[in-house]
């Protein structure tokens, strides 16, 4: 199960227990069952602090997926469980299940700590997720966190192929899902202060007032992306007071799975770029507001400072500005799209495919990453159908190759999709129009995975900075915007082509322009 190596950095993670740790398993004799078996058997051999219980014959049995399995700390008596074989990027959040079972550090803030500590109530959260979604983690991990820290939090991340049943009759067509006590909570990536945000109804208020009370930046960052954390690494490196607002560190790219064009790194992944950029931020003395929102950007012509103000109500004060909001994926726009959005509609393939096993599926787009999805997805699901509006595919040549050389793989152009059906729970089928035709046809299927390219997240800006016709900042040599110490970089600007390591160099070089106006500005 674990290889030489894996155990060896594995065995190098549990010397940090303190305290004992419990793997109590409950399986039968399905083959997934006993590799959960031997992967437990494997991790209770490589720490004296780590014992492997068959929970099988324990009066909890019953109630009890199979195969799961519990993480339970002996000095706290918190519980994690894990329905499924916890592999693929969820390994990661087993080994911090025990490391913080067995009393190693949180790495959040005490301010959160003491948050979770004190939520009153009894709180269940379940959350589905696929081995393969690279956003899915980041949940699992927050929610296990808090189960560490709250005796009265229990936790259980949920196998969505495992189980088939499950996800049927709760309707879950798209990872992450969570619920709460039974009833739906959140869908997609969510951070432990959004998590906090919504269970305790004051921490919106409390956050609001702390951030308001913040002193004025030299330098603010408005997004968590490859640009933002450049930028804000740039400006740090001058010794001026940096922040950096983001919705969510990472952005775009914490949905990117294979990463091959990242010049001096051959293979990475999104997720694994976004927590090393994180690092790298983090080196420096830069404030990092994370889960805020910006809605509006103004220069305020009295004191000359750039007001940002937030969708909780708070505004932060900063004498440069570097607009750094990155996109987001395109939607189709067409009727029952919003209304099956979850339910059939997706658009992180990586995400959301495992939960398509076995089914039929259309891919919207074929471009690069439209006939990525579609290759992908052939390994997993019955059926897979390209749809492109253009007569020709864009792809490159050796993804199209490959696309149609796989017998499950139809590919279709000049279509136009005009709708998305359903029964009203969930996707049932796709219209499209053939261009040169003219007729309509109707193409059963369960999913819709949309790859139309990215649309600029710049609405918040409309009126206030000079915008292209599709909403990208118009900027200048050195990221200058229409208004004076405002910049931006990444893919929210007019640059021709939106890739990581563009992003990255605009960023740095916005905030070498945001550092040549601040210096010629007079106290």
């Known amino acids: 199960m674990l290889d030489t190596n894996l155990q060896a950095q594995l065995k190098g993670y549990l010397d940090n ?45 019953p109630a009890e997926r199979v195969p799961s399995m519990l993480v339970r700390s002996v000095a706290t008596n918190s519980e ?47 959350t589905y997720i696929s081995l393969s979604c690279q956003n899915c983690p980041d949940v699992v991990q927050a929610l296990n966190m808090m189960a560490a820290i709250n005796p009265k939090i229990k936790h259980t991340m949920i196998d969505g192929s495992l189980f088939q049943t499950e996800v049927f009759d709760r309707d879950i067509m798209a ?18 202060t959004d998590i906090l945000n919504k269970v305790d109804k004051n921490a919106g208020a409390r956050q609001a007032k702390a951030l308001e009370n913040k002193d004025n930046y030299d330098f603010l960052v408005v997004g968590g992306g490859p640009a933002g954390a450049a930028a804000a690494i740039y400006a740090a490196r001058k010794g001026i007071n940096t922040g ?26 999104g997720p694994k770029l976004v927590a090393s950029l994180e690092e790298h931020v983090r080196e420096y003395d830069v404030d990092i507001m994370n889960s805020n929102k910006a809605n509006s950007v103004k220069r305020n012509q009295a004191t000359g400072l750039i007001e940002v103000s937030l969708e909780n109500g708070a505004v932060l004060k900063s004498k440069s500005v570097v607009l750094a909001t990155g996109a987001r994926w395109r939607e189709m726009n067409v009727p029952g799209e919003h209304e099956y959005r979850g339910k059939g509609v997706a658009y992180c393939p990586h995400c959301d495919g495992p939960l398509f096993k076995g089914k039929s599926v ?8 439209g006939i990525e999805a579609a290759i992908d997805l052939a390994g997993l699901v019955e059926q897979v159908t390209v749809l492109e509006f253009a007569d020709t595919l864009r792809a490159d040549d050796v993804l199209v190759r490959k696309a149609k050389s796989l017998a499950n793989v139809t590919i279709i ?67 200058q915007t229409s208004v004076a110490g405002v910049f931006a970089a990444g893919d929210v600007t007019n640059s021709p082509y939106k890739q990581i390591i563009i992003a990255m160099g605009s960023g740095a070089n916005a905030a070498l322009g945001a550092f040549d106006y601040l210096i010629r500005q007079e106290d």
Do not use: C, W
């Open 244 to 269: 950096l607002v983001a919705d969510k560190f990472g952005g775009q790219v914490s949905d990117t799975m294979a990463i091959e064009n990242f010049i001096s790194v051959k293979a990475t992944e």
């Open 175 to 192: 990872v992450p899902s969570v619920y709460l006590n039974g009833e739906s909570f959140s869908q997609g990536r969510v951070s432990l």
């Open 80 to 126: 994690m469980r894990f329905a499924g074989l916890p592999m693929g990027h969820e390994f990661t959040s087993l080994v911090m299940a025990l490391l913080h079972s067995g009393s190693h550090p949180l790495k959040i803030d005490a301010e959160q700590i003491e948050q979770v500590r004190n939520l009153e109530g009894d709180f269940v959260f379940e």
């Open 413 to 479: 152009t000049s279509a136009q999709t005009t709708e998305v059906l359903g029964d009203g729970r969930r996707v049932t089928s796709l219209r499209y129009t053939d261009r040169l035709s003219g007729t309509e046809h109707d193409l059963a299927l369960a999913g819709i995975f949309v790859q139309i390219g990215l649309v600029p997240n710049s609405e918040f800006l409309q009126g206030d900075i000079e915008l292209t016709n599709r909403g990208e900042i118009i900027t200048g040599s050195a990221g």
């Open 17 to 61: 227990l303190t305290t004992p740790v419990e793997l109590v398993t409950f399986t039968d004799e399905s083959p997934k069952a006993k590799e959960l078996t031997q992967l437990v058997t494997q991790i209770a051999q490589l720490s004296p602090l780590v014992s492997a219980i068959d929970g099988n014959n324990t009066e909890q049995a």
């Open 362 to 369: 259309a891919v919207i787009g074929g471009g690069n990453s």
